[in-house]
């Protein structure tokens, strides 16, 4: 490698989690960054990051809530970045 990180999707912790979860994500070049929550059946339920952002590592919360706020049930989420031409989808599991 030439010692440039490259983009990726950390695992968020702790996993399973009940109140909130962290998510680690690193963007590797400057541009649009979209870092979204589906349910188990593909349904986009939140959407945590949607902008612009430079190279570097960063850490989002995830309160287990929806986009309008509304808590969200127990079970499997899946978690999809979408930074340049990386794509990486991490599955996370909500337990209240």
């Known amino acids: 490698a030439d010692?440039?990180?490259?983009?990726g999707l950390g695992?968020?912790?702790p996993n399973p989690f009940n109140a909130q979860?962290?998510?680690q994500y690193q963007v590797?070049?400057?541009g649009e960054v979209r870092?979204?929550?589906?349910?188990?059946?593909?349904?986009?339920?939140?959407?945590?990051?949607?902008a612009?952002?430079?190279?570097?590592?960063?850490?989002v919360v995830w309160?287990?809530?929806?986009?309008?706020?509304?808590a969200l049930a127990s079970g499997m989420y899946f978690c999809r970045l979408e930074a340049g031409s990386?794509?990486?989808v991490r599955r996370m599991m909500l337990l209240k």
């Open 3 to 7: 010692g440039e990180p490259g983009p």
């Open 11 to 13: 695992a968020n912790y």
């Open 21 to 23: 979860t962290a998510i």
């Open 28 to 30: 590797a070049e400057a």
């Open 35 to 50: 870092l979204k929550i589906f349910d188990f059946l593909g349904q986009k339920v939140r959407t945590l990051v949607r």
């Open 52 to 59: 612009a952002q430079d190279p570097g590592i960063y850490v």
């Open 63 to 70: 309160d287990g809530r929806d986009d309008e706020g509304e």
């Open 86 to 88: 990386f794509t990486g």
